[in-house]
């Protein structure tokens, strides 16, 4: 069965400061998606990227970068830079290709607080 | 435009009422999804729509009941609920409902049940 373990439960820098959000997963598939989602006080979960088994290239988005680390069955996110309105609960998920429905197991989640 | 709205943002209900949650998206998704969140959790998948058939019911009372009447539009209607029903109901869409896609997030109903 396949599980989303995000260790960190909530995250506190000061501005500037870069922070990482560590995500760490388990399936026995071969071909699998993993997502990560951040979901701001007003509650809507926001797509931020996807990345499935077969392409390990590290990706950098603006002040955003993620690591993916199939050995290790790691997918982290780091913020360079953080901002006030990076403020936010960061949720990585896990889709299984074989899974009926798209469904998404989610990770519990890290509340990042980003102070001025 | 990947815009998902759900109606109403808030709702308070009392456990004999009737009412509905509406979902609503126009990005010619054909998979539509609704999740439970409660606080401090992730988001629980409930029900997904495929082709506007339901495909997953996660084992959900029935006092929650589902209904897609166009590939556009998503209900729940709620009825006899209890007060730990009491979350945050986020309606979500993708292209299909293959693995590969992303989901699409409304920005949820906050229901309280009194």
Redesign the interface.
């Known amino acids: 069965a396949q599980k989303v373990t995000q260790a960190q439960t909530e995250i506190s820098v000061v501005e500037k400061e870069d922070v990482t959000l560590d995500c760490v997963y388990e399936t026995r598939d071969t071909t699998?998606?993993l997502?990560w989602?951040k979901q701001p006080p007003?509650?809507?979960?926001?797509?931020l990227i996807?990345r499935?088994s077969f392409d390990e290239q590290n990706e950098i988005s603006g002040r955003y970068s993620w690591n993916f680390q199939k050995s290790t069955s790691s997918f982290n996110f780091t913020i360079t830079a953080s901002q006030v309105v990076d403020s936010a609960v960061y949720?990585c998920a896990l889709?299984?290709?074989?899974?009926?429905?798209?469904?998404?197991t989610?990770?519990?989640?890290t509340r990042l607080m980003v102070k001025p | 435009d990947t815009e998902v709205t759900q109606t109403p943002k808030h709702l308070v209900m009392g456990m004999t009422n009737k009412k509905s949650l509406k979902c609503e998206q126009h990005m010619g998704h054909r998979a539509m999804y609704w999740y439970k969140q409660k606080a401090k959790k992730p988001p629980e998948l409930m029900f997904v729509y495929s082709y506007e058939k339901l495909s997953i019911n996660e084992s959900v009372p029935s006092r929650f009941s589902p209904e897609c009447p166009n590939s556009s539009l998503l209900n729940l209607h709620l009825h006899a609920l209890q007060p730990e029903d009491s979350a945050l109901y986020l309606c979500a869409s993708s292209l299909t409902s293959g693995a590969s896609y992303e989901q699409y997030f409304g920005p949820g109903t906050r229901l309280t049940v009194t």
Do not use: D, H
């Open positions: 699998y998606y997502f989602y007003s509650g809507e979960l926001v797509f996807r499935n949720f889709s299984e290709v074989y899974n009926a429905g798209n469904m998404l989610f990770g519990g989640g």
